[in-house]
């Protein structure tokens, strides 16, 4: 029986998977990365933006950037999408709704590769802060997905609460987007659901389950989940 939820930020909450490629793009281009989308798709997108933009450089120049080059494109990247943000970015239909029936019944926290403030101005601005227990950020990681750092620093917060106690991997679970996503909470012993806005269901081969979209998600889903 689930105990507790684990949510993904990027493609499961808000619909922005698309606009940060666009900014891996804006911000490589003056070095003179020519970035390869299919590649971005298939190798980099659930990574945090330390590993994406390490990875994309890499893959033009045979070598990763020096740390102040990669310092600094973190940083024009951040500035630029919370810009975006300031300005709406869409939230998944049907995502508001789950979220917020989950949380009544479940201690419930986000596992993402975005950064603290790119998380939390979206939930603040739509009235979501209170839904979630914690937040494991790019900040709060060394390694990226598919690596299950995160996820188990996720369990970690969720097996101090009270409410939790004795909580075991197989009563957490996941939601999320990406391969390497469901990869990471897999290899941190969690259940995850896969919802197909990136990749097509027979990606997600090792997921539990896998749903369209993450507005087919209902709370009888998980209520059922052995």
Known sequence: MIRAVLFDFNGV????ERVHLDLFVEVLSPYGVVVDRDLYWKEFLG?????ALSGLWSSHFG????DQILCELIEKKAKIYMERLSSGLPLYNGVLSLVTDL???????IVSGALRPEIEGTLSQNGLMECFQFIVSAEDTERGKPDPEGYVKGFSRLALMDCLEGLSHDEVLVIEDSV????????????AFAVC?????????????VYPDVGKIQLQD?????
């Open 13 to 16: 909450i808000i619909d922005d």
């Open 47 to 51: 990574m945090d933006d330390r590993g």
């Open 63 to 66: 070598k990763p950037p020096e």
């Open 103 to 109: 949380s009544h019944i479940y201690p419930m926290g």
């Open 180 to 191: 390497q996503g469901v990869e990471a909470a897999k290899r941190a012993g969690l259940k």
């Open 197 to 209: 806005h990136t990749y097509s269901p027979q990606s997600f081969f090792h997921a539990d389950r």
């Open 222 to 226: 998980v209520l059922s989940l052995p």
